[in-house]
C-alpha cells in the first residue's frame, strides 16, 4: 500500500502490517501506536500474533524509566534489544489482561509516567530502538518509532508477530497480504520506511 496512506492510517490509531526483509524474518509484525491502544485493539492484537507484545521506545526514554537490558550481553540472532520486562502500577491487576496491557503500553508512551509507576518484571516487553530507526537497522523495532515519528505521535510503538490461526506458525508475506486485506489495514514494508527516510 501507499506509505503515505498507512502513515495517515497509522496517525488515526489504526493498525498497520508491517513486513521485513524475506533474507531477514521475513515476518509481518502488527503494529499500533503505543498511545492510542485501547483494551479492544489490544485484544485484537493478542488474538491474532503469538502474544509477546512488545513496545519499541528510544534509549533515552528507557533510561530516564530505569528499564534496563534484559541481559547483559545479547545473544538474540537479529540483535533484537529486549528490555526488563514491566507493568504499569496503577489501575491494573495481574497485569496480563488486554485492559492491563493496554494500561501499560499507553503509560510508556505517556510524558508523564515516571519509573515509580511500573513494576518490574512484568507482561509488556520493551525493546530498545536503535538511534537512527531503520537507517541503522532494518527491524521492526526502529520502523514502529519511525512510523510514530513519521505520524506526529509519541515515540512508542507496539509490535507483536502475526501467526497463523491453525498451527501458529508464522505468517509470511503473501498470508500477510490475506490478512491486511480482510481486516482493512494497510500493509508497508521496513524497506518502503527506509526509502522514504532516505529521500527525506
Partial sequence: DPLEDAI????????????DDESRENEGDLIIAASECSAEKMAFMVRHT???????????RLDALDIPMMVAENQDPHRTAYSVTVDYRHGT???ISAHDRSLTVRALASPAAHAAHFSRPGHVVPLRA?????LARRGHTEA????????GLPAA?????LVEDADGGMLRRDACRTFADAWGLKM???????????RE
Fill in 93 to 95: 491487576t495481574t497485569g
Fill in 50 to 60: 503469538s502474544g509477546f507484545i512488545c513496545v519499541s521506545l528510544p534509549g533515552d
Fill in 8 to 19: 495517515e492510517a497509522f496517525g488515526r490509531g489504526e493498525f498497520l502490517v508491517v513486513m
Fill in 130 to 134: 536503535r538511534t537512527g530507526g531503520v
Fill in 157 to 161: 510503538g507496539v509490535l507483536c508477530e
Fill in 144 to 151: 514502529a518509532l519511525d512510523l510514530c515519528a513519521l505520524a
Fill in 188 to 198: 508497508i514494508s521496513v524497506e518502503m520506511l527506509a526509502e522514504w527516510r532516505r
